[in-house]
């Protein structure tokens, strides 16, 4: 019974991290998409 709670919290653990990394990295590849248009839009002011 409870090496059962251990593997389900393991897998528990194991899913919220790899959501949060994927959220990570989606976060990070917006931020650089956008990072090379603010120079862009400062040069045209």
């Known amino acids: 019974m409870r ?3 251990v593997k ?3 897998s528990l653990a194991a899913a919220a ?3 949060f990394a ?3 990295v989606a976060s ?3 931020w ?3 990072q090379p248009e603010l120079p862009k839009a400062l040069r045209e002011k």
Request: glycine share 0%; net charge positive.
């Open 17 to 19: 991290l790899t959501v």
């Open 3 to 5: 090496r059962k709670m």
């Open 32 to 34: 650089t998409w956008y």
């Open 22 to 24: 994927s959220i990570n």
């Open 28 to 30: 990070a590849c917006v």
């Open 8 to 10: 389900w919290a393991f």
